[in-house]
């Protein structure tokens, strides 16, 4: 800030501009660091608190290791039923989004008819609507139906909130798509759902595998929605929930320890791969 | 080209129908299912019938008004606090990432991969009164010997900042990423700072990444219950909080439907506000 508020004369400008230029560089990366520490410290303790061995009933101050919670991962009643059931809802969800997904981002993508414009508006409103709002007129909807709550309303909650992630996403990939390939391979012969088949399906294949990833990732972390429709079924955040009014037990730590390693390696190949292929391009 | 215009009647039509249908039914009927809900009187055991209440808005506005000016409080704190920290950092990745921007990248995300309730609970055992924050910050005489962190107001907008932080650093870091280096160069050619190339090139360049980040991370912080009721105490509970327990614990229908509608229009206010502020071609730009 000193360099432009004083008005110096030539030389020591250049000694300010030279020493705005070193802590520039160095204060930003340090900062950066700081930063990223910061980002990760809550994901360190609930690694650390993994291998807690807790005296009382909170996890809250180290106690001393053990394997324990690792080895009887599902010695809390209701754990593993609850992450079967988070399984279960995110795969079944992130399938049926993602199928409807692909097709609306195909419609909005490649042709245009009346109502093109509402309808992306319809896809945005959910993304912009907060979470709280989106569970509790589902609430009413179910309420009011008298639909008994519980695995159903879950998945349609979950199917709901996914549709535009999964939209968003494909929508993406097509919009930079080759049309030509297509239109050679109507030229070669094939018909419409040949083409589809051979030719547009394998180019959006990595789209849809990170449509599906996306939906899975936030089906199986919410938390809101699900609350609000659940009835007295209960998915993995649900007990978290539950526990965190009497005190979490270390399970918890190992099963989000879980998810975050599955979870990072998963991406982490993704970027090597993606480092490794344009290191070999240039 | 002549297989998109063959079918081209039909074939939009039945690509989106599915999707849209289920949309429709789960998403928008709903929502005129709570509009109607919200003009009810009655109570869950002698049923509830349509009168045109709309005093359950007012009584709503009058008797948690102190939540509601809460959420937008804590969100737009939080919001400020997430540009001003995540900045930087969006700017030190764009443009020294070089190869590793999108590891870096992946390290943004990471907290993301942990559940949502857990990684708040990490920041319940970080902030708990025997923790090193607070014996730091007590040794230090910021806090007092009997001063603690949780059930603040401090642990409640620190919590919001960090969950929703990711949401407004990857926006950054994508406008960022995208200003032509050499348009900074020219600037500090003809400027004679690098403040000056930066406040008067870079940061205006990047306002897209800077609008689509705040509403990212304030729309959600502003409903958001889990931060609050983790870290904080009832002195800080927010709108969220209030509709929850009146959703699903007291069963008072009518006024957590009409909360929610005033949350929302609450969020559409201050939007709309903030748009006038930055100039509506950013928040449509934003929002295509």
Not at chain 1, 35 to 47: D, E, G, H, K, M
Not at chain 2, 103 to 129: G, H, K
Not at chain 2, 172 to 184: A, C, F, K, N, P
Request: hydrophobic share 55%.
């Amino acid at each position: 800030m000193s360099t432009v508020a004083v008005p110096a004369r030539r030389e020591r400008r250049g000694f300010f501009a030279a020493a705005w230029a070193f802590v520039k560089r160095h204060v930003l990366t340090v900062y950066s660091i700081l930063f990223f520490a910061y980002l990760l410290l809550p994901i360190a303790v609930v690694v650390v608190f993994s291998f807690n061995n807790p005296t009382g009933k909170f996890n809250y101050t180290w106690q001393g290791f053990t394997w324990d919670n690792w080895r009887y991962w599902d010695g809390v009643p209701g754990i593993r039923s609850s992450i079967v059931l988070s399984l279960q809802i995110a795969l079944l969800a992130s399938l049926v989004a993602t199928a409807l997904g692909t097709a609306i981002a195909l419609a909005l993508v490649r042709y245009s008819f009346r109502g093109r414009a509402s309808t992306n508006i319809l896809i945005f409103l959910p993304l912009s609507a907060p979470e709280i709002v989106l569970g509790a007129s589902l609430l009413t909807l179910f309420l009011n139906l008298n639909v008994v709550f519980g695995f159903w309303t879950i998945l349609i909650a979950h199917i709901m909130f996914c549709i535009s992630f999964a939209v968003v996403t494909v929508k993406a990939r097509l919009v930079g798509f080759d049309r030509h390939l297509e239109e050679a391979a109507m030229d070669l012969g094939a018909n419409e759902w040949t083409t589809f088949q051979k030719v547009t399906l394998p180019l959006i294949a990595p789209a849809i595998l990170a449509a599906l990833l996306l939906c899975f990732a936030i089906s199986i972390d919410d938390f809101v929605v699900t609350y609000f429709n659940s009835g007295n079924r209960i998915t993995f955040p649900l007990f978290v929930w539950g526990a965190a009014r009497i005190g979490a037990p270390p399970q918890v730590n190992v099963i989000g320890t879980a998810i975050f390693v599955i979870a990072l390696t998963a991406m982490l190949v993704n970027v090597l791969v993606q480092m490794r292929r344009s290191k070999g391009a240039t | 080209m002549n297989l998109f215009h063959r079918h081209r009647g039909l074939t939009p039509y039945l690509l989106l129908a599915p999707g849209i249908l289920f949309l429709a039914v789960f998403f928008v009927v709903p929502l005129g299912f709570l509009a109607y809900q919200s003009l009810e009187s009655g109570n869950i055991d002698f049923g509830y019938s349509f009168t045109w209440e709309w005093s359950n808005y007012w009584n709503a506005l009058d008797n948690y008004r102190a939540q509601f000016i809460r959420s937008l409080e804590y969100a737009a704190i939080a919001t400020a606090l997430a540009l001003v920290l995540s900045y930087p950092v969006a700017y030190w990745i764009a443009f020294r990432g070089g190869r590793w921007k999108n590891l870096l990248l992946l390290f943004i995300v990471a907290p993301f991969f942990v559940t949502y309730l857990i990684r708040t609970l990490a920041w319940e055992t970080i902030l708990s009164d025997n923790g090193f924050v607070v014996n730091t910050l007590q040794s230090l005489h910021i806090l007092g010997p009997g001063g603690r962190l949780l059930a603040t107001s401090t642990a409640v907008v620190a919590g919001i900042t960090y969950n929703f932080l990711p949401f407004m650093a990857l926006p950054l870091y994508v406008s960022l990423e995208q200003i032509d280096g050499r348009l900074i160069e020219a600037a500090e050619d003809l400027y004679a700072s690098k403040l000056h190339a930066f406040l008067r090139v870079t940061l205006p360049l990047s306002l897209p990444g800077i609008v689509a980040g705040t509403l990212l991370t304030f729309i959600p912080a502003a409903g958001d219950f889990i931060n609050a009721q983790l870290l904080g105490s009832t002195n800080n509970h927010m709108i969220g909080n209030v509709i929850q327990s009146k959703f699903l614990e007291q069963t008072d229908y009518p006024a957590a439907a009409a909360m929610s509608f005033i949350l929302m229009a609450g969020i559409l206010v201050a939007v709309f506000l903030y748009a006038r502020l930055v100039g509506t071609e950013q928040l449509t730009g934003t929002a295509a």
